[in-house]
């Protein structure tokens, strides 16, 4: 199984964890989450606001960039 990382506040690191019943993935929190149709956009402070994300897609690039020019 794949699986990727997360960048997240303390804040909501916290109430996940809170969440998380014991033997449940921090994976799990999030499936049931979703599945409940709840507006996960608070919850990870999605930035909305297209000039930032730009600057935060421009940054990943950037990153990919120097780390394929690093492997040659």
Known sequence: MASKNLAI???VYRKL???KKEGESFSDV???LLERGGD???LWGVLSDSKHW???E???REIRKRTVIRLR
């Open 30 to 32: 999030i499936e049931k």
């Open 58 to 60: 421009n940054s990943a």
């Open 40 to 42: 996960l956009l608070p």
């Open 9 to 11: 506040r303390e804040e």
């Open 17 to 19: 964890s809170e969440a």
């Open 54 to 56: 730009a600057e935060v």
